[in-house]
């Protein structure tokens, strides 16, 4: 079965700051992963993902992820925190067709940038 | 390009009342889903669809909730009767064929007193 893991549910940056939002992820299978960010009172809006491609990927927002397939992980970064990226981010998996095309998505880690 | 519509966004109601979400998902997507996000339990996923068939709906949570999709434009989520610890946000997603990624609505937050 698929399932992902955010490792801490919020997080908090200085503006300017690196960024740095961990997932790892369990699959049977080579996995698809992608990240979501949700602004307050918003739906979900897809960031980037991977799909067996490239290992890094860029997203929009200046935000990336690296598949690393030995450490089970797809951290999310970005190089400088800015205020408007506060905000819920959430990691998810999918097998494809062998996990009936669904996502699983983790818990969310709510990301709060400072001054 | 409009995105997932959903309505209402906001649904205040009484236990025991019926209600029914509505979602239009994007246009030449074959794959409904509806979700549910609470504080304790997260996103939930509760039924999706392909091709206007149910798929799975292993997530619905008991027989008060039932999920229709009459057409490709056009899919309801009708909870009856509905209890207070029904409320929650109800997010409808769609996805096209072929792909993964699935496109989120601004949901709809649901309160029941």
């Known amino acids: 079965a698929q399932s992902v893991t955010q490792l801490g549910s919020h997080v908090s940056v200085s503006e300017g700051a690196l960024v740095l939002l961990r997932c790892n992820y369990s699959?049977?299978?080579?996995?698809?992963l992608f990240w979501y960010v949700q602004y307050p009172n918003q739906g979900l809006q897809l960031l980037l993902k991977?799909?067996?491609?490239?290992?890094l990927v860029k997203g929009i927002n200046g935000f990336e992820a690296e598949f690393k397939k030995s450490e089970t992980s797809f951290h999310l970064t970005k190089p400088s925190a800015h205020m408007s990226d506060a905000a819920e981010y959430f990691c998810a998996v999918t097998e494809g067709r062998g996990g009936g095309n669904k996502l699983t998505f983790g818990t969310g880690t709510q990301l709060k940038v400072e001054l | 390009d409009a995105g997932v519509i959903q309505s209402p966004r906001h649904e205040v109601t009484e236990m025991g009342q019926e209600v029914t979400l509505r979602c239009k998902p994007i246009?030449?997507?074959?794959?409904l889903f509806w979700y549910r996000q609470t504080m304790m339990r997260g996103l939930e996923l509760l039924i999706y669809f392909n091709n206007n068939v149910p798929i799975d709906d292993s997530g619905m949570p008991e027989d008060r909730f039932s999920a229709k999709m009459p057409n490709a434009s056009f899919s309801t989520l009708k909870i009856q009767p509905s209890e207070p610890r029904d409320s929650a946000v109800y997010f409808c997603?769609?996805?096209?064929?072929?792909?993964?990624?699935?496109?989120f609505g601004p949901g709809t937050r649901l309160t029941v007193t």
């Open positions: 246009s030449g997507h074959n794959s």
């Open positions: 699959s049977s299978v080579p996995p698809y």
């Open positions: 997603a769609s996805r096209p064929s072929g792909s993964y990624e699935q496109y």
């Open positions: 991977y799909t067996s491609a490239a290992t």
